[in-house]
Antibody
């Protein structure tokens, strides 16, 4: 069974940093591209970042470019999101999501349960 | 950047109704469009990809159509478990604003 479990969320002050993790199991993690998607309270989905299976290709949404860094450790079956210079508008539930297969990078077939990040003083 | 506009943002319907949600892209995206369903407090669930391909395990009452700039998600006979928010997503990864389907 495919499982994605996020962790690392919490309360952080504006300007602070946080590192999210996503532990993957039930599939060959190193063969799949991954994403982070967030959802502010009561709002819609916002794609945040994409990383290919080998980490050779990385994309960011303009809203986080230069502040967030996506990475992965295929040996540990883990995905990460380093978030720096956090702002109030980064407050959201953060989901990790698996890309279904090559050629369908916009298709996210499995999602974690999410981890809440709250940026507030 | 490609923008996705969903309409309506909100719709009220009854069990058994046929429901159609539209997603318009600001420029052509061929058939590179997916649809997701999200229930409160839960992660989104993939329903349809490549505009019209039903994800494994998704009931056949869900269908998708369209290409280029206009796409539709249709639920042929709304069931109680279908009351949720629906999002489209395009090949450049961004999502539409969502359509909330509520019980009339």
């Amino acid at each position: 069974e495919v499982q994605l479990v996020e962790s690392g969320g919490g309360l952080v002050q504006p300007g602070g940093s946080l590192r999210l993790s996503c532990a993957a199991s039930g599939f060959t993690f190193s063969s799949y591209s991954m994403n982070w998607v967030r959802q502010a309270p009561g709002k819609g989905l916002e794609w945040v970042s994409y990383i290919s299976s080998s980490s050779s290709t990385i994309y960011y949404a303009d809203s986080v470019k230069g502040r967030f860094t996506i990475s992965r450790d295929n040996a540990k079956n883990s995905l990460y999101l380093q978030m720096n210079s956090l702002r109030a508008e980064d407050t959201a539930v953060y989901y990790c999501a698996r890309v279904a297969r090559d050629g369908y990078n916009y298709v996210f077939d499995y999602w974690g349960q999410g981890t809440l990040v709250t940026v507030s003083s | 950047d490609i923008q996705l506009t969903q309409s309506p943002s909100f719709l009220s319907a009854s069990v058994g109704d046929r429901v159609t949600i539209t997603c318009r892209a600001s420029q052509g995206i061929s058939s590179y469009l997916a649809w997701y369903q999200q229930k409160p407090g839960k992660a989104p669930k993939l329903l349809i990809y490549a505009a019209s391909t039903l994800q494994s395990g998704v009931p056949s009452r869900f269908s998708g159509s369209g290409s280029g700039t206009e796409f539709t998600l249709t639920i042929s006979s709304l069931q109680p478990e279908d009351f949720a928010t629906y999002y489209c997503q395009q090949l450049r990864l961004t999502f539409g604003g969502g359509t909330k389907v509520e019980i009339k």
